[in-house]
């Protein structure tokens, strides 16, 4: 059973640059959240997709955009880069119907690098 | 809000020998849940740990336990007999079930090495 896949592993963009991060869930969950981790710091929550949509956001700008598919995979979109956008991007999958239980796990992440 | 702190940048320990990461988390929501997780310099975020907020019970995992003190609101982790392979970062993290999603509130994280 795989877990929760993500690609591409790493990635080098300029600045004003857009970039596309994918993510297929571990088998089973229907919900995708994204997370942007800078060096150092711990996870910041971007935003989490159910049933296609966006159903919550983080503190973050419009630059940042997300798609979910009838498969349950999801991209992350990020437009117009800029330097602090430099992180490792990290796409966590659960199941609606386990909100009250531990069964949230994360992919291996995408680092990006913006020059 | 919820916030998340570990105090502990850093934290050395012998091989075999246990160690406690210090988590505080505040909230203001009667539930919630609180996970450990450790992140190797790969990248990967690897699930250790879960306790539920109603758990009546700390949890355990093999050789990694909570201490889950709520009238403290202290989650600490605890390994027991520690190995090389534990050297990594340890993120404790929150999730408010109020807003009926499961996003995670993370701390800063603490760097565990683990030496011979």
Redesign the interface.
Known sequence: DAGVTQSPTHLIKTRGQQVTLRCSPKSGHDTVSWYQQALGQGPQFIFQYYEEEERQRGNFPDRFSGHQFPNYSSELNVNALLLGDSALYLCASSWVGGENTGELFFGEGSRLTVL | AQK?TQTQPGMFVQEKEAVTLDCTYDTSDPSY?L?W?KQPS??????L??Q?SYDQQNATEGRYSLNFQKARKSANLVISASQLGDSAMY?C?M?D?N???????????TMLLVSP
């Open positions: 998340i849940g996970f997780y790969s990248g990967e975020m690897i699930f740990i879960y539920g993120f993290a999730r079930f807003s009926g999603y499961s996003t995670l509130t993370f701390g800063k994280g």
